[in-house]
């Protein structure tokens, strides 16, 4: 089994595609994950981007908003919103999508029904999806996410547990049965590192952070594991830290504590690193 890494759009919103992707291969990506344009210019010039540099893509979708959801979208709204992204993906190609889908305020009952409903429009596409565990997003806690891998046979998720130890206020550790349900479930990872009280630590790098990254890592080894012995031949990670209030900054300078490119990078390399410690057993 290979490990295959993929650069974000977060926190480089705006910029050419051609440059971005130019980037993500200085960098050593082996592909981009990005939501595709609407339009065709834009289409057209991340197509281009791809081909030039012999990416593969990951489309992502969010429904019914940006990544915190239109509280005042129904289910059905949801539904709508997918097809119609769905239907660009099918037609644009893709080798996988991410999708951040639901409200974490519907009943389980409900969520079970549009996920559901959502796992039969994607099936049409051909393209495998998962479902990221996202806040705000129906699968925004694990015993969530736990009750509707119970009920779905079919859905797969997007780990990003970052979000989890916000909203458990812990790294989670305890909860390690939890994810041995949900690891063989697990079909994407996206690469950051949250700990008690935020989703993303200032630095991975930094010694003070290195109890919460070795505690994501355990995590991803179980995703691994789980996945070879699904028989995959290869797993794929989103170092996935960003802006938008992640970022730490300093007080009245407003000035990053880190960069975010470079920490991305640096994700990249560890966990390849990572990867083939655990692959060879050590």
């Known amino acids: 089994m290979e490990l295959r890494g993929y650069r974000t759009y977060w926190g480089s919103t705006g910029m050419p595609w051609a440059e971005f992707a130019a980037e993500a291969k200085a960098d050593g990506y082996d592909g981009l994950e990005v939501p595709i344009p609407a339009d065709y210019a834009g289409q057209q010039a991340l197509r281009a981007a791809l081909d030039d540099h012999g990416f593969d893509l990951i489309a992502e979708i ?19 919103s997918l097809a119609r992204q769905l239907e660009i993906i099918d037609r644009f190609g893709a080798t996988q999508i991410n999708c951040l889908a639901g409200c974490d305020a519907w009943p389980l009952a409900q969520s079970v029904d549009f996920f559901g409903e959502a796992l039969t429009l994607a099936h049409f596409t051909g393209i495998p999806i998962s479902f990221e565990t ?51 479930r697990a079909r994407h990872i996206h690469g950051r590192v949250g700990y008690d009280q935020g989703p993303q630590v200032p630095h991975p790098a930094a010694p003070e952070f290195a109890g919460a990254l070795a505690a994501r890592q355990r995590w991803w080894e179980l995703c691994w594991q789980a996945m070879r012995d699904a028989g995959l031949t290869q797993c794929t990670l989103t170092p996935e830290f960003g802006p938008d ?28 690193a990572h990867f083939v410690r655990w692959r060879a057993g050590v």
């Open 245 to 272: 209030g992640y970022l730490h900054r300093l007080p009245f300078t407003d000035q990053p504590v880190a960069d975010l490119r470079q920490i991305n990078r640096w994700m990249l390399d560890t966990e390849r």
């Open 134 to 184: 996202h806040r705000s997003r129906t699968l925004f806690n694990p015993w969530v996410a736990r009750d509707l891998v119970q009920a779905l046979p079919d859905l797969y998720l997007t780990c990003d547990f970052s979000h989890w130890c916000v909203v458990c206020e812990r790294l989670i550790d305890t909860e390690f049965d939890v994810l041995e349900i949900l690891a063989p």
């Open 62 to 80: 969010c429904t019914a908003g940006s990544y915190v959801p239109d509280r005042r979208a129904t289910p059905v709204q949801h539904l709508e």
